[in-house]
Each structure stands twice: as structure tokens, then as C-alpha cells.
């Protein structure tokens, strides 16, 4: 019986805001940084 596995990792950034006018790309930039920098906290735990 052969057993196929495959890792699989998901990452999610999210990012808030109090200013209406506050552009979608800033908000997407900040989500984006967030979740890059908890993906590289998360690969350093693992060692």
C-alpha cells in the first residue's frame, strides 16, 4: 500500500484601519507585510 502525502502551509495577512479614505492598496501592502513576516517567524520556530 502506498500512501501519497503532501505538506500543505496557508498564510493569511490582514490589516485594519480607523481612516475611511485610507487607500485599498496601503490596507493590501500592510496584510501583505503582516503575513510575510509571520510566515518567516513561523519557519524559524520550526528549527
Keep these: 500500500l502506498k500512501v501519497n ?9 490582514y490589516s485594519f484601519t480607523d481612516k475611511q479614505k485610507q487607500p485599498f492598496e496601503k ?7 503582516a503575513m510575510y513576516k509571520n510566515k518567516q517567524a513561523y519557519k524559524l520556530a520550526k528549527k
Design 27 to 33: 490596507l493590501l501592502n500592510d496584510a501583505d507585510q
Design 5 to 13: 502525502v503532501c505538506d500543505l502551509s496557508l498564510s493569511i495577512g
